[in-house]
């Protein structure tokens, strides 16, 4: 009997000890505001036209791909833009054009370790996921891979 009791004891206090090394890993509140902050001024800014809000968002050496097809060869090709494209194209209108009821932007927060983050942002007409770091204090994004919801019906 003393064997079991010594055996539920010794189990409990290591499973006390993972959750609490895990809880030192895990975000704060102000972490998971800071990162879905970062996510809303990405595509909130877009849909406004607004490049402040924009590039407050993003890291100044940000990499926003897509893969696509070539239409001759039909082999992926990785498109990029960085940073200043995106905040320029943003200025120039953006996603503005795009009527207030279409504008969707369901965010979900999918992972966080210690400064790093990844968050799934559903738009309009396509899904990014963003890699962001937390940089200088503040969370922003580095990376975005995104996909069209749709296939497109020419070559992209």
């Known amino acids: 009997m003393t064997k079991l009791i010594s055996l539920r004891t010794a189990l409990a206090a290591g499973a006390a000890v993972a959750v609490l090394s895990g809880a030192a890993r895990a975000q704060s509140a102000a972490d998971s505001a800071g990162i879905r902050a ?3 001024d990405y595509i909130e800014g877009w849909y ?4 402040a ?3 407050k968002a993003l890291h100044p050496e940000l990499a926003k791909r897509v893969v696509t097809t070539d239409s001759r060869s039909g082999r992926s090709q990785l498109e990029s833009i960085g940073a200043m494209t995106l905040v320029d194209r943003t200025r120039a209108g953006g996603g ?4 207030k009821e279409r504008q969707q932007k369901d965010y979900t ?4 370790f210690n400064n ?3 968050a799934k942002v559903v738009a309009s007409d396509w899904i990014d996921y963003l890699e962001l770091a937390k940089w ?3 969370w922003v994004i580095v990376n975005v891979l995104w996909e069209y919801k749709q296939p497109m019906s020419m070559s992209r």
Request: charged share 25%; net charge neutral.
């Open 38 to 40: 970062a996510a809303m």
């Open 48 to 51: 406004a036209g607004d490049a």
């Open 53 to 55: 809000r924009m590039e």
């Open 96 to 99: 503005s054009r795009t009527p």
């Open 109 to 112: 927060l999918l992972d966080v």
């Open 116 to 118: 790093a983050a990844v």
């Open 136 to 138: 200088n204090g503040r």
